[in-house]
């Protein structure tokens, strides 16, 4: 079992910035691939970003290239994302995935543990 806890959602004007942290207990860390993912009011749960178990690399949606960045610090157990410029459109409950077996980073079915969620609330 791994568990995860989602923090640093909040509310921010638009074109502001937060850095969602996901810490990481009970298995090891680095064997897992991480994920983040979103999901907005009446809309599916939609891929944001994820990384490789070494960190070496990333992957983002293309509504979100160029602003956010996920990261992640193994000796910490914690995986970042550091959203940037952020918009209305990116107002949603962020969730972080471990998948230990993720061939498709993008396909929420192949990641085995969820966190709670965070809400992010981007006023206009």
């Known amino acids: 079992q791994v568990q995860l806890v989602e923090s640093g959602g909040g509310l921010v004007q638009t074109g502001g910035s937060l850095r969602l942290s996901c810490a990481a207990s009970?298995?090891?860390?680095?064997?897992?691939?991480m994920g983040w993912f979103r999901q907005a009011p009446e809309k599916e749960r939609e891929f944001v970003a994820a990384i490789n178990r070494s960190g070496g690399r990333t992957y983002y949606a293309d509504s979100v290239k160029g602003r956010f960045t996920i990261s992640r610090d193994n000796a910490k157990n914690t995986v970042y994302l550091q959203m940037n410029i952020l918009k209305p459109e990116d107002t949603a409950v962020y969730y972080c995935?471990?998948?230990?077996?993720?061939?498709?980073?993008?396909?929420?079915?192949?990641?085995?543990?969820w966190g709670q969620g965070t809400q992010v609330t981007v006023s206009p």
């Open positions: 009970g298995r090891t860390f680095s064997d897992y691939r």
């Open positions: 995935a471990a998948g230990w077996g993720v061939t498709s980073y993008t396909n929420l079915r192949e990641y085995d543990y």
